[in-house]
Structures are given as structure tokens and as C-alpha cells.
């Protein structure tokens, strides 16, 4: 099926389909049969786009003998990806996100909610407002600012100009 889709990809980028889509055959256990030596010979044949709809038509011809050729009608549709950054482990809140704890994933564009963060630098150094899990797309509203000082604790002020120094506890 990889091989299928990844012909019909080629004719289909010639026919304008863009590198940000990606192809699902309408029956993805599709497989076609040629004998070995004629293999190298299958080729899409036709192939007809239609993104405004997002569906793909194509003919491949398979040799089946010396001189003849099947004709085997694939279709199926067309969606647009695009990578958005996820965690790679699950993180609890307070937790502060570096850069080894992203990777990035390529999901359909509309499976992605409009405010889903895009890009990582917006996520390295906050920290989860709730436990996250590992593989799913980042809001804004799952991300706050890391706490650097916690409700309660003793903190030092120091205040220092060129004639003095004043600290205070709090």
C-alpha cells in the first residue's frame, strides 16, 4: 500500500497537489498483483485532483502478461498536515518544559484545534497548568508562566544603589 500511495503521490503532485497534503486510498488494504520481472512496469496511468473537495481519482496499468494490461480504478481523498510540537512524556503541573521534552507530530490540519500552539519556542520554558499527557497538541490555556516563588515561602528583597543597601524578609 506505501508503494501505491507513494505513486499516486508523485502523479498527483504533478497534477498541483501540494507538499502540505497528504493522500488516504479509499481502501487502504489495496494490493496490486504483477509478476515479479514486470513489476517495475506498474505506473499510474491517469490521475485526476480535486482539492476544493479533497478527493483523488486514479488509473494504474498492470502488466499481466506479455502484451496485456489491467486497468485498476484507486481513489480516495486528500487532507492537508501540518506539524505541531507535543509533549514526549506526560508532565505534571509546575513542571517546566525544555526543548527535549518536544517532538514534533504531523496531523491533519483539521484535526487541530485553531488555537493549538505551532510553535515551540511559545512552549519551551512554561510549565503545564494540569498534568498533560505525552502526544497531543498544546493550547495556550494549557501553559502558564513557571512559579518562582510559592505562596508562603521567605523571600530576600535587596535593593542596592552606589550610597546604600536595604533588605528586607517577606
Known amino acids: 500500500t506505501a508503494e501505491i500511495q507513494d505513486k499516486i503521490s508523485t502523479a498527483l503532485q504533478a497534477k498541483g497537489l501540494p507538499r502540505t497534503h497528504r493522500i488516504a486510498?479509499?481502501?487502504?488494504?489495496?494490493?496490486?498483483?504483477a509478476s515479479a520481472d514486470l513489476s517495475r512496469s506498474v505506473r499510474v496511468a491517469a490521475a485526476r485532483l480535486d482539492l476544493r473537495a479533497g478527493r483523488f481519482a486514479a488509473v494504474f496499468e498492470v502488466p499481466s502478461g506479455a502484451t496485456s494490461v489491467d486497468r485498476v480504478p484507486v481513489t480516495g481523498r486528500v487532507f492537508?498536515?501540518?506539524?505541531?510540537?507535543?509533549?514526549?512524556?506526560?508532565m505534571r503541573r509546575g513542571e517546566v518544559i525544555h526543548p527535549s521534552d518536544l517532538t514534533t507530530v504531523e496531523l491533519k490540519r483539521d484535526a487541530i484545534a485553531r488555537d493549538a500552539i505551532i510553535d515551540p519556542k511559545r512552549i519551551?520554558?512554561?510549565?503545564?497548568?494540569?498534568?498533560?499527557?505525552?502526544?497531543?497538541?498544546?493550547?495556550?490555556?494549557?501553559l502558564q508562566p513557571p512559579v518562582l516563588v510559592t505562596r508562603g515561602s521567605l523571600t530576600t528583597l535587596v535593593l542596592r544603589t552606589d550610597w546604600m543597601v536595604i533588605t528586607a524578609r517577606g
Not at 81 to 90: K, M, N, Q
Open 80 to 90: 492537508e498536515v501540518a506539524d505541531v510540537p507535543v509533549l514526549v512524556r506526560r
Open 124 to 142: 519551551v520554558g512554561q510549565t503545564p497548568k494540569r498534568f498533560m499527557r505525552d502526544g497531543v497538541p498544546l493550547r495556550p490555556g494549557d
Open 25 to 33: 486510498l479509499s481502501n487502504p488494504d489495496m494490493i496490486l498483483y
